[in-house]
């Protein structure tokens, strides 16, 4: 099926008495229908473990969408972040609703997240237990979120992963 594109076309007059004219066309951007997202900053690398909420830490990253379909209007599961040393997801985030604008529905933008401390994990190396929070015999822990997106449709962007993050267990 051959796909048509819509040019939009701007005709601006130059000058008050010259005659001269410009005309331009912009074309709409190509992104593909599903979501694509890609890291751009944490607000900072180290955080406490402490109770939930006392510490938390910003991620930002920037999306895009060919049919504009972002956000939900009853607060949906928009954004899944999932803890990188394990299989441990934290509930969804919601997406504000984006309306669709226009013939060219392709949206670009940021997106920043606030994220809560988590806890420290260890894995005893002899009988292979698994430990978490305060009865971890360790100081530092290490982690980083990974993060995609998904959009009215259904359609899963691509996972990002962002750098590590040092957490501090026990002080």
């Not at 997202?37 to 830490?57: A, E, W, Y």
């Not at 299989?87 to 997406?95: A, Q, Y």
């Not at 237990?129 to 290490?142: E, G, L, Q, W």
């Amino acid at each position: 099926m051959k796909k048509s594109v819509l040019y939009f076309c701007v005709l601006a007059l130059l000058g008050a008495s010259a005659a001269a004219t410009l005309q331009f066309c912009v074309k709409p951007p190509n992104y593909p229908k599903e979501p694509v997202i890609g890291f751009l900053s944490l607000s900072k690398n180290v955080m406490r473990q402490t109770p939930l909420g006392q510490d938390t830490l910003i991620v930002t990253f920037s999306f895009t969408d060919g049919d504009g379909d972002i956000g939900f209007v009853d607060a949906g599961e928009g954004i899944f972040v999932r803890d990188g040393r394990d299989t441990f997801s934290k509930p969804p985030l919601s997406i504000p609703y984006i309306e669709q604008q226009g013939a060219g529905n392709g949206i670009s933008g940021e997106i920043s997240i606030v994220l809560p401390t988590t806890c420290c994990t260890y894995t005893d190396p002899v009988t292979g237990i698994k430990r978490a929070c305060a009865d971890v015999p360790i100081t530092v822990d290490s982690l980083s979120y990974k993060i995609r997106i998904k959009d009215r449709a259904g359609n899963f962007s691509n996972e990002i992963t962002t750098p590590m993050i040092t957490l501090i267990c026990k002080q």
